[in-house]
């Protein structure tokens, strides 16, 4: 039976459009990706959209309501602090500070996991072993209380206690790393290119390294999530950025006193971590599902 030379053939799908095909089918992604892109939006903006400075005091609100209750106004539409600082303005403002620590401790992570893991997965041998020693060591230590000691050592502030956040992250990059490299390693492509006379440096870098990026980005999607949690962890414990930051654990810790008669001074920050977290999460579980084949549905 001949084909006719006019039949149709079936078009091959762009790979983005295949990758946001599979993503935009969760629609928990979805969610989570409309919701990390808006404090992302108002982070960027966060001087043109909070209404007030995020350090301003104004003796006459002290702890005044949200607007919608009793004794609310229009003029602080969340409330305000015991020291009369707007809520919605350090929320926002907030934002900016929570979402910088999650990038640059991921972005840390990612580059050191990275180097150590694709090293240890390709040189294999003793430095194998030791990297990886080293890993299991940190992850054998209870996270928060490691990044305590880090801090600890190191003294309070918000650049200690990212690096502390960061060390406590590294494993989970260095491992997901190794064990990819040493899955494509053995590959005929890796095989061909060293046959052709690639460089080690070539090998590691061009060829592995760009098939390993997939299990990297969904977990610097989830590990965003675990940054700002961890960051906000430090400072409620009064290890993290110090007052007067407007950083949501240390707006936690500044509220813990006025719990009982103030409820939205500790209510909307826990909620603002709350739904940044699970937006990450989220975002990440889609992201997961898009590029893991085996969940392609």
Not at 178 to 188: F, L, M, P, Q, Y
Not at 254 to 264: C, G, H, I, Q, S
Request: proline share 6%.
């Amino acid at each position: 039976m001949k084909l006719h030379p006019e039949a149709a053939v079936a078009p091959v799908p762009h790979p983005l459009r295949e990758f946001w095909g599979y993503f935009s089918a969760n629609k928990g992604a979805l969610a989570g990706l409309v919701v990390v892109l808006t404090v992302l939006l108002l982070a960027a903006l966060a001087p043109l959209v909070a209404p007030y400075a995020p350090d301003l005091t104004d003796s006459a609100v002290f702890l005044k309501p949200p607007a919608w209750q009793s004794g609310g106004s229009s003029a602080h539409w969340l409330g305000t602090d015991a020291i009369g600082r707007d809520i919605l303005s350090r929320l926002i403002f907030g934002a900016r500070l929570s979402l910088a620590i999650g990038l640059a401790v991921v972005a840390l992570s990612v580059l050191v996991g990275t180097v150590l893991g694709l090293t240890a997965g390709y040189a294999r041998g003793l430095y194998e072993i030791a990297v990886m020693r080293c890993m299991d060591i940190i992850l054998t230590l209870p996270s928060l209380l490691l990044a305590i000691v880090i801090v600890a050592i190191l003294g309070p502030g918000l650049m200690n206690a990212m690096l502390a956040v960061a060390v406590v992250v590294l494993p989970h990059y260095v491992r997901i790393t190794r064990a990819a490299v040493i899955t494509e390693a053995s590959k005929d492509y890796v095989t061909a290119a060293r046959m052709n006379g690639a460089s080690h440096w070539r090998l590691m870098f061009s060829e592995i390294l760009p098939n390993c990026a997939a299990p990297l980005i969904v977990q610097a999607s989830l590990g965003i999530s675990t940054a700002i949690l961890d960051a906000a962890a430090l400072g409620f414990l009064g290890l993290g950025a110090q007052p007067p930051a407007s950083e949501w654990g240390t707006m936690l810790a500044d509220a813990r006193e006025f719990v009982l008669r103030a409820w939205w001074v500790v209510t909307f920050p826990g909620l603002a971590i709350l739904i940044t977290v699970l937006a990450f999460n989220l975002l990440g579980d889609g992201l997961r599902d898009a590029f893991d084949p085996k969940l392609k549905r």
